[in-house]
């Protein structure tokens, strides 16, 4: 069997010292016969993190630096990064022992993979597993179109990537702040489908500081900011297809527009502004594709104008029904 190439972890850290040390062990513990460098990025943190990487330094490099958000933090990493392929972990998370192994296992009969991922176990903050999450068997390949519509998203730390395959892409702007899982599944899938292994190989952790995209529509301020966080992403979308030549499809610029009509009837209907909340339900109503829970979605999403508080009460029970179909089929 050919020795794995070297690979460089980048584990991203920011006011995470109370988890750090559960994320550099069990890097340090992973059962991979190949070269590994650990790199440790801080993002300013505020908290005793410096102090908890101690122990590590024999191990890890200790990369700190000024905040300035995960896109920054990734970047001032892979600027000293030396491996052919690069993990990413954030340091709330964990990976299982034999993620590494099981990834180039993978990549023994998938040679020319870009980027290449797995699922993570939804957990609490000591790492208990969560109820209500289904992790597929499959697919083995998401392309283009599919990271533009979300479905491969598995967050930041199941990522590993070639970084020459990737070296031609548009470089990530640091203005963004965070979203650099979603830039590189882009730029990857543009050139050729992400590798996906259907197993769960590592462990997300849900707290009360990592919870914005479950708490996003019932705060105002967040709304806000995903909106510019929204148009960024575009901005270095466009740039991709640029890059690449490869034209996202209608439907997943449909998709792409219905997330950002809904957004906007948010933010409207937050800012007291009906008027323009129920023109953003009118664009997102022509956007829908002609299907069966297209009229359901037409009518929930009517709610937010009238009350975005009863929507987001009536859109929790329809999740839970989804989930409770699916376990029963499943």
């Not at 022992?97 to 099981?102: D, F, G, R, V």
């Not at 975005?308 to 029904?321: D, E, H, N």
Request: glycine share 6%; charged share 20%; hydrophobic share 45%.
């Amino acid at each position: 069997m050919t020795m794995p190439p070297k690979i460089s972890v980048i584990i991203i850290n920011y006011n995470y010292g109370r988890f750090l040390g559960d994320a550099i062990e069990s890097v340090l513990a992973q059962d991979f016969a190949g070269e590994m460098e650990v790199l440790v990025v801080d993002d300013g943190s505020t908290d005793n993190s410096a102090e908890l990487v101690k122990p590590y330094l024999d191990r890890v490099k200790w990369l700190p630096k000024t905040n300035g958000g995960q896109v920054s933090a990734f970047n001032h990493a892979m600027r000293h990064a030396t491996g052919e392929w690069v993990g990413l972990l954030e340091a709330d998370d964990t990976w299982d022992k034999n993620k590494l192994a099981k990834t180039f296992k993978r990549l023994e009969r998938e040679q020319d993979a870009s980027l290449i991922q797995h699922w993570l176990l939804q957990s609490d903050s000591k790492l208990r597993p969560l109820d209500g999450y289904i992790y597929p068997k499959g697919p083995e390949h998401f392309n283009f179109d599919d990271t533009l519509i979300g479905l491969p998203y598995g967050g930041t730390s199941c990522i590993v990537f070639n970084r020459a395959r990737l070296a031609a892409m548009p470089p990530m702007p640091e203005d963004m702040l965070y979203g650099a899982d979603i830039c590189l599944r882009w730029a990857a899938a543009a050139v050729k489908p992400i590798a996906n292994i259907p197993e769960v190989l590592g462990k997300r952790r849900l707290h009360g500081a990592n919870l914005f995209g479950r708490t996003l529509y019932d705060d105002p301020a967040k709304i806000t900011a995903a909106i510019a966080f929204h148009t960024a992403l575009l901005n270095y979308l466009a740039s991709v297809v640029r890059t690449t030549g490869t034209a996202p499809s209608p439907a997943s610029l449909a998709h792409i527009a219905r997330e950002r009509a809904q957004m906007d009837i948010f933010h409207h209907r937050y800012s007291g502004r009906s008027r323009q909340a129920f023109s953003a339900w009118l664009k997102l109503a022509r956007l829908l594709p002609a299907a069966p829970g297209s009229l359901f979605k037409i009518f929930s999403t009517l709610l937010i104008v009238v009350s975005p508080r009863a929507y987001i009460k009536l859109q929790g029970l329809y999740s839970k029904l989804l989930l409770i179909k699916a376990k029963k089929n499943g």
